[in-house]
């Protein structure tokens, strides 16, 4: 669990949340069809809970299938994102930008991690993130050799031979298809109806902050719904 998942789980079991994971959701329907105030029905691995709203915070193209939604987008963009250490003498130029990379070859962005955050970084060496967008071909070692090749063409002064490839992530649908106009089509938060909500970045935009505004959207539209019942 990343950093910012594990502090709202935390703030979230102290105001007296039970969190369970690991648990798979198949069914999300609303337990009356005379009388959608009657709440939700989910079936989870077999067995069937009741609620009195449910709020479908996942991938679009799950969150579709679970809602039956079309206004939920599933065409979507992927991308390679590697983890990258060096020596601290290696570090970039010290600061805190993103250094985004318009050619074909190399990666995209590349995110000097460890002068945001030094913790994340083993001790005596700096933190890179390198994003390829799309998804490559090439193999996790290629890309690295790939990114490492870019990185002495814009820095040649610095030696990158010491680089060590930490971790790769491969996220197939990283971010949905934006086109000119796109927000028009997206649903509402209360698009399921009854007491299923949806919380995304695919109610707003496709963003870290379209996700958080997303989730401060359903839980308001939770509260007035029980609030009505």
Do not use: K
Not at 91 to 99: C, H, K
């Amino acid at each position: 669990m990343g950093a910012i998942p594990a502090q709202l789980a935390e703030r979230a079991r102290t105001a007296g949340a039970r969190i369970e994971t690991g648990r798979e959701v198949t069914d999300v329907s609303v337990s009356g069809e005379d009388d959608p105030g009657q709440g939700v029905a989910l079936s989870i691995g077999g067995e069937t809970v009741e609620a009195d709203a449910a709020i479908v915070a996942t991938d679009p193209p799950t969150a579709r299938d679970l809602t039956g939604v079309d206004a939920i987008p599933t065409a979507g963009r992927g991308c390679v994102t590697q983890y990258l250490s060096v020596p601290r003498e290696t570090a970039l130029d010290g600061s805190r930008r993103l250094v985004l990379n318009p050619a074909e070859e190399g990666p995209n962005q590349v995110a000097p991690i460890s002068s945001v955050a030094p913790e994340y970084a083993p001790d005596g060496r700096s933190l890179l993130s390198a994003t390829y967008l799309g998804s490559p071909d090439a193999g996790d070692e290629e890309l690295a050799e790939r990114t490492r090749e870019t990185l002495e063409s814009w820095y040649p002064d610095r030696d990158f031979g010491a680089m060590t490839h930490r971790h790769t992530d491969r996220v197939a649908f990283a971010q949905f298809d934006q086109p000119p106009g796109f927000r028009a089509e997206l649903p509402d938060v209360n698009a399921p109806g009854g007491g299923v909500f949806l919380a995304g970045d695919y109610t707003r935009w496709s963003s870290i902050q379209g996700a958080m505004a997303s989730g401060l959207d359903a839980a308001g539209a939770v509260l007035d719904f029980v609030a009505s019942r």
